[in-house]
């Protein structure tokens, strides 16, 4: 059986005077900053900020045009070895056109991991995330909260280090969202570090360790979550959180 836990922890993640740019707009700039190795981060800030394209970055899913991101842990290992021991979950989950079952082992299967281990472990994920029910359903039938759900529990077969979320429930309804936000907490309590986007203010201060607040492709702030929210550094982040419109 392969062993799925990790044996050295990747992290911190350290970004150093990251940006990206397309044509010649920065959509990113000068990102410098460290993701410790426990916690939640919530990645806060308007729409258009470059929230997503940070997550995308962190996750290697896209390359900086400036500066560099290293995980300190990392340091012999490649890419998609780095790529295995983090997941992402997205808004609208990607899954395949198979069963839920299916898709929650399809990670265990890309690892080499035996038929019987993939279904053994694949049925707890599935348990875990209340989803027992549902295993031979195909997935593209679940409704949106029942898919995200899936998307958490296939991340969960591999026991990330590090699970980056973006905005993954800004197209659920509040139940759906409690269980999305419950899913987080389990993975915090078996250790997963979490770097979540969310544009939700209350779901940030009930989740949040810490804030990454950006505008405009810019790091304003990079606060503890009490800081942020009671006294905010910059003018943006103070009227972001008023709600007023910020851009
Ligand atoms: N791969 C890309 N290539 C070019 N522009 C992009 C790309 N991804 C996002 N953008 C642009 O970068 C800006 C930030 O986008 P995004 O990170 O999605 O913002 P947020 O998630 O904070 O709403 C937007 O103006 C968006 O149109
Ligand atoms: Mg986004």
Request: proline share 5%; net charge positive.
């Amino acid at each position: 059986m392969s062993d799925l836990r990790v044996p050295v922890g990747l992290l911190p993640l350290a970004l150093r005077e990251v940006g990206f740019r397309h044509g010649d707009q920065d959509l990113l700039k000068g990102i410098t900053l460290q993701f410790g190795s426990s916690g939640k981060t919530l990645v806060m800030g308007p729409n258009g900020a470059g929230k997503s394209l940070l997550m995308r970055l962190c996750h290697g899913l896209l390359r900086p045009t400036e500066g560099s991101i290293r995980w300190h842990g990392g340091g012999r290992l490649g890419g998609q070895a780095l790529r295995r021991r983090q997941a992402m979950v997205f808004q609208r989950p990607v899954l395949l056109r198979r069963s839920a079952r299916a898709n929650v082992e399809y990670p265990l299967v890309l690892q080499g991991v035996s038929r019987r281990q993939r279904r053994r472990q694949a049925d707890a994920a599935l348990e875990r995330f209340g989803l027992s029910a549902l295993a031979g359903r195909p997935a593209r039938v679940l409704s949106g909260g029942e898919q995200q759900r899936l998307a958490l529990a296939r991340a969960w077969v591999m026991r990330p280090e590090i699970l980056f979320l973006d905005e993954p429930t800004s197209a659920l309804d509040p139940a759906a969202t409690k269980a999305v936000e419950d899913a987080v907490l389990t993975f915090h309590e078996e250790g997963t570090r979490i770097v979540m986007s969310s544009h939700n203010l209350g779901q940030a201060r009930r989740l949040a360790d810490d804030v990454v607040f950006l505008c405009r492709g810019r790091l304003l702030e990079h606060s503890p979550a009490e800081t942020f929210f009671t006294a905010p550094a910059s003018a943006e982040a103070a009227a972001f959180l008023r709600g007023d419109l910020v851009w």
